[in-house]
């Protein structure tokens, strides 16, 4: 059974079928629901029948399709793509119900929802760096029309002193800032888009330089694996995909696009942007770079590690200094990624398991969290912390969970971020790089300040009666989201092995790779 071609195209033939049923709004649901179960149920599937002993890749479809340049169809899973397939099977299947109220355009946007995940089943499975890429910009370019046309947006106007010179100065910059619609939905996609692009730039240069340098006539992952570029080129080429997949990844500072990109786009969009999409540049760069250039890996590993020891804190202080909860998030999602950068730049076992580790983790509660954000932005009609309090009492399963999301995010034992994050700072102690361990810690612990924040004052704080005292808590499909991905940071919490194994063994592949060059 070719379970890895039936998973991808799974959801892009339940938008074939949404196309025919303009007249039946409760039928596109169904349809939706229904694809996102059969692509859950056999993602789940090979996750168990996956040989974890025996590692590399397995579940392999491979057959030729343009053999004069040596273009294939060519998949497989090992651990770490086994587990980002999974993510974003759980994903799909929980935005799905966390969109389940679209009413404006449902066809269109349940299409473009579907055709998107196809991108990102397709990018996590493949083999084929032409095949790769061309999911790759499936996966990436539906996201304008989903944040344009549904998102949602506020305007931001710039702060500029009130008088004296440096009003002069600031004048014509927040003139200009103005002029784009700072803030507004379409500013947010337009950004997202062009970043997106200028990332798949590098990315497909590096791509055609590492097919043409090759010799072997072929975009096989596993064909270009076994050849030893010179190491200038291997430098050159690295940072070609480093810049290229970093900014979808949200590294510093290519990562501005991310949080109007985020808070911008629908509940769901968000919940696939922040808990799949990012994790598309990640992969790509420990797939590919670390896969492909061994040598290259030791001689940027202190800028990569450096660069995420600022975006934990630079992402963590954003998320502090904000009162939008959606941006709150937005930035945590920020500071997040740089601790899966982070243990994959330590280049050790322990390191790059906490990094995969950590891409599955925060796919899952940031997926948590947006779909909680949305459903309170329905009901209060806001994402602004100040003028909440007291929610709690109203929405007691949204704050259970959103205090379960939130205590993910600081890494509370019991929860599946403890695990991943104590991983990560394991690899960098191991490493002897003890100032990305401190810079992790402190970003923990700014972490744990805005978490604890949001949850008193959201949820704990006193409550305007007038205004939310009739508000209810999730009904019907609202709970699937929600407890699903709640339950799930709790299963790989308490028993963190399940996922581990997996992971591990691809870790120490990418270890072995790694030594050889070391």
């Known amino acids: ?25 409760f039928a596109l649901r169904v349809v939706a629901a229904t694809s996102a179960s059969v692509a859950l149920s056999l993602s789940i599937y090979v996750f168990l029948k996956y040989d974890k002993a025996s590692g590399g890749f397995q579940f ?18 090992d651990g770490m793509n086994l587990s980002l397939i999974l993510l974003t099977a759980f994903i799909l299947f929980t935005g799905v119900f966390a969109s389940w109220t679209i009413k404006e355009r449902s066809q269109e946007f349940y299409m473009l929802f579907l055709i998107l995940v196809t991108g990102v089943f397709g990018v996590f499975s493949s083999l084929d760096l032409f095949l790769f890429f061309f999911f790759y910009e499936l996966a990436v370019l539906p996201m304008y029309l989903l944040i344009g046309i549904w998102g949602t947006g506020k305007e931001i106007r710039p702060r500029v002193p009130k008088s004296g010179v440096l009003r002069v100065l600031f004048d014509p910059i927040a003139e200009a800032m103005e002029g784009v619609g700072l803030g507004s939905k379409e500013y947010g996609a337009a950004k997202l888009t062009l970043y997106l692009l200028l990332g ?11 097919y043409f340098a090759s010799g072997k006539g072929s975009f096989s992952y596993t064909d270009l694996r076994s050849v030893r570029f010179e190491p200038w080129f291997q430098r050159i080429c690295f940072l070609a995909l480093y810049l290229g997949f970093g900014v979808l990844a949200g590294v510093w500072p290519l990562h501005t696009w991310s949080p109007d990109g985020h808070a911008a786009a629908p509940t769901s969009v968000s919940m696939l942007h922040a808990g799949v999409l990012m994790k598309l540049g990640a992969y790509g760069i420990v797939r590919m770079g670390f896969g492909l250039f061994p040598e290259a890996v030791p001689y940027w590993a202190p800028l990569i590690g450096t660069i995420a020891s600022i975006n934990i804190v630079y992402g963590a202080l954003s998320a502090m200094a ?43 509660m940031t997926g948590l969290l947006f779909a909680l954000v949305g459903l309170v932005y329905e009901k209060t009609h806001t994402r602004e912390i100040t003028v909440m309090g007291g929610l ?20 509370l ?106």
């Open 200 to 210: 798949s730039a590098f990315i497909l240069v590096g791509f055609l330089a590492l």
């Open 413 to 518: 034992p019991g929860l599946s971020g403890f695990v991943a994050e104590l991983l990560v700072f394991w690899g960098a102690v191991v490493a002897g790089r003890i100032p990305w361990f401190l810079m992790a810690i402190t970003g923990t612990f700014i972490t744990a300040v805005y978490v604890l924040r949001v949850l008193k004052i959201v949820f704990f704080g006193e409550m305007d009666e007038g205004r939310y005292g009739d508000i209810p808590d999730a009904r019907g499909p609202e709970w699937v989201a929600i407890t699903v991905l709640s339950g799930v940071l709790i299963l790989f919490g308490l028993l963190p092995m399940i996922l581990v194994a997996p992971i591990d063994k691809a870790a120490q592949e990418i270890v072995a790779i790694l030594g050889g060059a070391i």
């Open 1 to 25: 059974m070719p379970y890895l071609s039936i998973i991808t195209l799974t959801p892009a033939a339940g938008a074939l079928v949404i196309f025919f049923l303009r007249r039946h709004p």
């Open 60 to 77: 392999v479809e491979r057959f030729p399709l343009v053999p004069s340049i040596g273009l294939s169809y060519y998949m497989g899973v």
């Open 392 to 411: 709690g009492r109203r929405m007691t399963g949204i704050a259970a969970c959103f205090g379960i999301g939130g205590l993910t995010s600081l890494g």
């Open 322 to 364: 904000q009162t939008d909860l959606k941006y709150i998030v937005a930035y945590s999602s920020v500071s997040h990624m740089g601790y899966v950068m982070l243990g994959a730049a330590t280049m050790n076992e322990q390191g790059l398991t906490g990094s995969i580790f950590q891409m599955f983790s925060h796919g899952i």
